[in-house]
């Protein structure tokens, strides 16, 4: 299972990797113009955050598969095993057979259907990012739009991993979970809202409180 954080705050991702066991980093366009730091300046800080260790996913902002492919070799020449996301459209699928054939790992992202999510997979790329909770917001079913894509990628495509993403909740990572994902990205509040189940102080102060009415101090 690999877990990764959606975002591009080095800060945050540097605490973070302390913590969590990262499998790496995923950004998008809007992710990035947030954070006001240009792509290629930024993509080795992140790098730097995770130790030095952990993939990278940016995406191409082209609209045409000649101009995806030749973003995607830029990005590949600056950060060489980056993993380029590259939207499912038309275009974009096309972007991805030609890049399957230069070794440059792709990840089909905007993804809103199972049928959408096989056919990038079909066509080559190695993870695809269905989008659950917009989905959700659209009136499906992002879980069961997981489990269906899920399904299908071991019948049919089994190289290509699906990697869940888009997430309000940590219930809605845990259920991509449960129906078979083997990779997920988090934003940095759903991380954090794992970690911060307010009775896990309260257990943990309990703990200290018996330990030094007992023994007077709170060390072994």
């Not at 609209?63 to 996301?85: F, H, T």
């Amino acid at each position: 299972m690999e877990l990764y954080l959606d975002t591009a705050n080095v800060q945050e991702v540097a605490r973070l990797a302390r913590i969590f066991p990262l499998a790496g980093v995923t950004t998008n366009p809007s992710i990035i113009a947030a954070g006001k730091t240009p792509l290629f300046e930024v993509l080795p800080r992140l790098q730097d955050a995770l130790g030095g260790r952990g993939k990278l996913f940016a995406q191409v902002m082209s609209r045409d598969a000649q101009g995806m492919v030749q973003e995607a070799k830029r990005l590949e020449n600056a950060c060489p095993g980056i993993v380029v996301k590259v939207p499912v459209s038309t275009e974009g699928l096309a972007a991805i057979k030609a890049l399957k054939s230069t070794g440059i790992a792709t990840l089909g992202t905007a993804v809103y259907s199972a049928a959408q999510g096989l056919l990038a997979a079909l066509a080559g790329a190695d993870y695809v990012a269905p989008y659950v909770n917009r989905v959700d917001a659209q009136g499906g079913d992002g879980i069961q739009t997981v489990r269906e894509l899920q399904t299908l990628l071991e019948l049919h495509a089994p190289h290509c991993k699906v990697l869940a993403a888009s997430f309000k909740t940590p219930r809605q990572a845990l259920d991509c979970l449960l129906a078979g994902c083997e990779a997920i990205t988090l934003p940095l509040d759903v991380a954090q809202q794992m970690l911060g189940t307010p009775a896990v102080e309260s257990a943990i102060e309990k703990f200290e409180q018996d330990w030094k009415n007992a023994f007077g101090q709170l060390s072994l």
